[in-house]
């Protein structure tokens, strides 16, 4: 008569009496203690890049308006900047630059007394081999229409003679010193033509960072500012679009390593995940990505309000980021997140 009753329960409340519920994953959530000890290998400081800009002429940093905490820097906070980086253990710098003189071609990215070779010169006598140095190769801080390349008759960025000139700027940045050439204009074949160069100049151990899936996005709005330049019009031409396939993405890494490239990078990196992930499952070669201006500032913006709690917000941002495939970071925060990790949750 029991074992009748028992039988005739509804399902739910005969799991309640007995074991409910059979699996409890809460458990490996209990206290800080359990989730330290399952908790996915996090980013560590020789994983982040800071990305640095320097204004040539100037004599004191210069605040970047919509990027508060970011800084134009002169010749002397530059290099404390670069200093600071290697004391905290950061895995290297990324250099730009903003010249003073702008034209149709961006020539001042060429010249070996230019902007950003001096920025690189500076910064690698104050890090020594401690640190990674790199550059942006492209023309977009150098050109008065902020494109990343010189323009055809048409208007249109002209592929195959930007990429010339990007083979150029590579070869003055590692005659200044740099480890790492990072050429972001998403021109094809760019890759394998700065490596050609930087060989047959005789830097061979010049390493190539390719800007691989780079979106022409939105995000990129307050960089602007922080480099005084104007865009006029878009990149839709050249740069992703970013509603567009993940295979392009998966094309544009094969293509890359291909070519010899030592790294890829995904840029924006949050909005992106889901590219970051498929780049990171075909690609050979360290994936990094690049937590790019916008996404700098909609997070010191919201902060700011009162509207997030910034730490844990910045903290949250690049757990995702790595987990979903990126092996280093750019990242604006990097002083304060290498900071934040040798010292425990408050
Ligand atoms: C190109 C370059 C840009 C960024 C990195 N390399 C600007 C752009 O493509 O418009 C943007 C990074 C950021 O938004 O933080 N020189």
């Given at each position: 008569m029991a074992a009748e009753s028992e039988a005739g329960r509804p399902a739910a409340l005969r799991a309640m009496t007995g074991r409910f519920p059979a699996v409890r994953p809460r458990r490996l959530r209990r206290n800080a203690a359990m989730r330290r000890f399952v908790r996915a290998p996090g980013l560590e400081p020789r994983q982040l890049v800071l990305p640095l800009f320097y204004k040539e002429g100037l004599t004191a940093p210069n605040p970047v308006a919509a990027m508060p905490g970011v800084y134009q820097h002169d010749l002397a906070s530059l290099r404390r900047q670069a200093a600071a980086a290697r004391a905290a253990g950061l895995g290297g710098v990324m250099l730009f630059a903003v010249p003073a003189h702008r034209d149709a071609t961006g020539s001042a990215a060429l010249d070996p007394a230019g902007a950003l070779t001096v920025a690189v010169r500076e910064v690698r006598a104050e890090v020594g081999d401690d640190l990674l140095v790199m550059a942006d190769v492209c023309l977009d801080e150098f050109t008065d229409h902020g494109h990343c390349g010189v323009l055809g008759d048409d208007g249109e960025v002209d592929n195959d003679t930007t990429v010339a000139l990007y083979a150029e700027m590579a070869v003055?940045?590692?005659d200044a010193g740099v480890d790492v050439a990072a050429p972001s204009g998403m021109m094809d074949g760019q890759v394998g033509v700065i490596r050609a160069a930087l060989d047959d100049a005789g830097h061979s151990t010049v390493a190539i960072?390719?800007?691989?899936?780079?979106?022409?996005?939105?995000?990129?709005?307050?960089?602007?500012?922080?480099?005084?330049s104007a865009l006029c019009g878009?990149?839709?031409?050249?740069?992703?679009?970013?509603?567009?396939?993940?295979?392009?993405?998966?094309?544009?890494?094969?293509?890359?390593?291909?070519?010899?490239?030592?790294?890829?990078?995904?840029?924006?990196?949050?909005?992106?995940?889901?590219?970051?992930?498929?780049?990171?499952?075909?690609?050979?070669?360290?994936?990094?990505?690049?937590?790019?201006?916008?996404?700098?500032?909609?997070?010191?913006?919201?902060?700011?309000?009162g509207w997030l709690d910034r730490r844990s917000t910045i903290l949250e941002t690049l757990a995702a980021i790595h987990r979903a495939g990126a092996d280093a970071v750019l990242t604006y925060w990097a002083l304060e997140v290498a900071d934040w990790l040798r010292t425990p949750e408050p």
């Open positions: 003055v940045l590692a960072l390719a800007y691989t899936a780079k979106y022409a996005s939105a995000f990129y709005g307050p960089f602007r500012d922080a480099v005084e878009d990149r839709l031409s050249y740069q992703q679009d970013p509603g567009g396939a993940l295979r392009e993405a998966v094309r544009e890494t094969r293509l890359d390593v291909a070519e010899g490239a030592d790294f890829v990078m995904v840029k924006p990196a949050l909005p992106y995940l889901d590219v970051l992930q498929a780049v990171a499952e075909v690609s050979e070669v360290p994936v990094l990505a690049y937590q790019v201006s916008g996404e700098y500032a909609q997070v010191e913006a919201a902060a700011e309000r």
